[in-house]
C-alpha cells in the first residue's frame, strides 16, 4: 500500500504540478479507461479526475458534460483525502451530499464510487470515478477493478514522462534526472564527496497562461532553462520536474557554493525580457530552494523534500529569492 501523503496539500499540488498533465488534450489510455469502467460497472457516468487547488478537472470523462468545476462541488475532492476508495451508495440520504447541487439537480447523482489516483511517492492527486443515477452498493469485486483501473492510470502518466529530454527546454525529463541523480548520489556517498541539489520554481506562472496564455508561458519556461543550461558545468544535472519547476544537482558542489551559483541564475533570469507577441515583451523571475547531501545514506527523494520546502520558503519569503535547507 502506498505511503499516502494526506495531509500534506502544499505537497500533493506541487506533485500534481509536477507532472504536467492539467489541462492537456485527450489521450487514448485516459479515454479507453474511462469507457472501460462505465462498460464494466455498468454505470451512466465515469471519469479521470485530477483536483487542483481550486477546481476539478477531468482528464476524460464519460456521460459528463462538464469538463471543470469549482473544487468544493467535488466528490472526487473528498476520495483524494484518504487512501482508499470513497462509496455512498445514496448520496440522496447522505448528509454530505443531500443537498448537493449535483445531487438535488443535473446530473442528478446518485451512487458514488472514487478510488485515489496516488502518485508513486504517496500523494493524491485525483480519482477514478463511477457515478450513478440510482442507489447502488458497490461490491469488493468492483472496488477492486476500480483500483486495478487507477494503478493502469498511474502507470501511464508515469510513462508520459520516459523520453530522457524534455521536447520543450531540452532539460532532462523528470524520470531521467531522477535516474542519473541518484546514480551520481551513489558515487557522492562511495567517494564521500560533497552534493548539492537545486529547486527551482517561476513566480507567478499560473499569471503568465492566464494573462498571455499557454504560448507565451512555453516561452518563459523554456528562456529559464536556455539560461539555466549556460551557466551550469557539463557534469551538473539539470531536468525539467515538470510544469515550470526544474532540479539542478550539482557534485562536487558545497552548500555555499550552490547558493551562489542559484543566485547567479536568480539575478540573471529577473534582468532577462522574452519576446511572446510582436512587440510585446515580459520579464519574471525565479525562486530557488537548495539542498546539501548531509549523510551517505541521504537519497534523492530525501534531498528533493529538503529543497522543495526550502523553495516553498523562498516563495512564502517574497519570491525572487534563494533559500537553503541548512539556513532553516
Avoid at 158 to 167: G, K, V
Avoid at 191 to 219: C, E, Q, R
Amino acid at each position: 500500500m502506498f505511503d499516502t501523503k494526506l495531509g500534506d496539500e502544499e505537497g500533493r499540488v506541487r506533485a500534481l504540478e509536477r507532472l504536467d498533465i492539467l489541462d492537456t488534450r485527450e489521450e487514448t489510455a485516459f479515454e479507453l479507461v474511462a469507457t472501460l469502467v462505465r462498460q464494466t460497472l455498468n454505470v451512466p457516468m465515469s471519469g479521470v479526475s485530477l483536483i487542483d487547488r481550486r477546481r476539478h478537472w477531468f482528464k476524460a470523462r464519460r456521460g459528463i458534460d462538464t469538463q471543470e468545476f469549482p473544487r468544493e462541488l467535488s466528490f472526487c475532492s473528498r476520495t483524494i483525502d484518504q487512501s482508499g476508495a470513497l462509496l455512498i451508495p445514496d448520496a440522496r440520504v447522505d448528509p454530505l451530499y443531500a443537498d448537493h447541487p449535483f445531487v438535488a439537480g443535473e446530473p442528478n447523482v446518485v451512487s458514488y464510487a472514487g478510488f485515489p489516483l496516488t502518485t508513486p511517492d504517496g500523494y493524491n492527486i485525483g480519482s477514478l470515478c463511477a457515478i450513478g443515477t440510482a442507489p447502488r452498493t458497490f461490491t469488493l469485486e468492483e472496488v477492486e477493478i476500480l483500483s486495478n483501473f487507477a494503478k493502469i492510470l498511474m502507470d501511464s502518466i508515469e510513462l508520459r514522462q520516459t523520453a530522457s529530454a524534455d521536447a520543450l527546454t531540452g532539460a532532462m525529463t523528470r524520470r531521467a534526472w531522477v535516474a542519473e541523480a541518484k546514480a551520481e548520489l551513489r558515487r557522492a556517498a562511495r567517494y564521500d564527496h560533497p552534493v548539492s541539489l537545486a529547486m527551482m520554481d517561476i513566480d507567478k506562472f499560473k499569471s503568465v497562461n492566464d494573462t498571455w496564455g499557454h504560448p507565451a508561458g512555453d516561452i518563459v519556461i523554456a528562456g529559464l532553462s536556455n539560461m539555466t543550461m549556460d551557466l551550469i558545468r557539463d557534469s551538473d544535472l539539470f531536468g525539467r520536474l515538470g510544469g515550470e519547476e526544474f532540479a539542478l544537482l550539482m557534485p562536487e558542489t558545497s552548500d555555499a557554493q550552490a547558493t551562489a551559483l542559484a543566485e547567479r541564475i536568480r539575478s540573471a533570469f529577473e534582468t532577462q525580457s522574452f519576446d511572446i507577441k510582436k512587440g510585446d515583451r515580459i520579464s519574471c523571475t525565479v525562486s530557488i530552494g537548495i539542498a546539501h547531501a548531509r549523510t551517505r545514506d541521504d537519497t534523492i527523494e530525501q534531498m528533493l523534500e529538503r529543497a522543495d520546502q526550502a523553495l516553498y520558503l523562498a516563495k512564502n519569503g517574497g519570491r525572487n529569492r534563494v533559500v537553503s535547507s541548512d539556513d532553516r
